[in-house]
């Protein structure tokens, strides 16, 4: 499968569906994608800590995003891409949390720019 021939919000549905099964047992952190030329490549999820209190993790938690938080969240991501302007290379980046039963979420993009490409043109 050629990737750069792809959309890339159709490239975002296909790395949430990835991570779907992950997303179903946590109840926060960060979605992150690495882009280069509107393709992503690394992708995965950040798990906020966690804290041992006398040398003990808490229990494992089955509690995730339910089949509509995961639904919501995707879709968030995918129309998210309105906002990028003008960059084909950098980070995005989904923070999430489920609070009071609702998911809450916010989007951060990178850009990233090389000097190298610009010197070219000089």
Known sequence: MNLDQIPLSRQIDWVFREIKHE???????????HIRNNTVGKFGIKHLPMESKGGVLPEISTKGLTELQYQSFRQMAIESL???KNWTHGEMMFDFTIKQN???ASIMFESNYNMANFARTV
């Not at 997303?23 to 994608?33: N, Q």
């Open 82 to 84: 309105k906002y990028k």
């Open 23 to 33: 997303l179903s047992h946590v109840s926060s952190g960060t979605v992150f994608m």
């Open 102 to 104: 609702m998911l809450s």
